[in-house]
């Protein structure tokens, strides 16, 4: 939108800005600048400790949006499949280990689809062996920040030793920001991340991935200011 207002602005410029936009376009598209952006929002993956489970262990899982398949059915998609993946493998060791665990999946309906993305994603959890009175499913909010002010409700009144936050490895910085805001501390579990093929020929899954990173750094910027006008 900016290359395009400025190309409509700035007649002289046009042959300059539409050579940069291609580059840029480019660049993204071949991996050669996407691949830097997504190791700026996914730097600390590899870092994080494995989680340790307490004698009553919360794992918070939150969503990445539904789609519809070849047949109009209404499926997780491909991250959110992974979190689940991840989710009920947490959920299991947990439980294994002899601890009192509950997973909350905190995700609304954005996207305006048949339903939120908590409701959507419960039954692949209980089918992956989540006992149903162990899942809590918070199905309003619309935000990573409202994720984390929804949650931070639920645990309000609620004892807990252990504190586990899953989602991806591109969503977790701006994902603790926000948890943190509302004076939690999850141990941070991720569910694996995006990567960007680099070549000659333009990929949409760059492109894809490119637009993921830059979502991330976008959203980290904007807590910052919110937070200092005092809107967070």
């Not at 905190?106 to 689809?113: A, D, E, F, L, T």
């Not at 959507?120 to 309003?140: C, F, G, I, K």
Request: charged share 20%.
């Amino acid at each position: 939108m900016v290359f395009l207002a400025v190309f409509v602005l700035w007649r002289g410029a046009r042959p300059a800005i539409a050579a940069l936009a291609l580059a840029l376009f480019w660049l993204l598209s071949a991996g050669w600048l996407t691949a830097p952006l997504l190791a700026w929002v996914q730097h600390d993956a590899s870092r994080y400790p494995p989680p340790r489970f307490g004698e009553r262990t919360v794992i918070v899982m939150l969503g990445v949006g539904t789609t519809y398949d070849a047949d109009g059915v209404l499926v997780p998609k491909r991250d959110a499949r992974l979190r689940i993946a991840t989710t009920a493998s947490l959920y299991a060791q947990c439980k294994r280990e002899g601890r009192h665990c509950r997973v909350i999946v905190s995700g609304g309906n954005p996207q305006r689809h048949a339903a939120a993305e908590a409701d959507n994603y419960a039954p692949y959890l209980l089918r992956a062996h989540v006992a149903p009175e162990d899942l809590v499913l918070e199905n309003t909010s619309l935000t990573t920040y409202e994720n984390a002010a929804n949650v931070a409700h639920i645990l309000h009144n609620e004892r807990y030793d252990s504190l586990v936050l899953v989602t991806s490895a591109y969503h977790m910085p701006r994902a603790l920001m926000d948890f943190r805001r509302f004076s939690l501390a999850p141990e941070p579990v991720t569910s694996g991340g995006r990567i960007a093929e680099r070549g000659v020929l333009p990929r949409w899954k760059n492109l894809v991935a490119a637009n993921i990173a830059l979502h991330e750094l976008i959203g980290m910027v904007q807590f910052h200011v919110y937070r200092a006008l005092g809107w967070f």
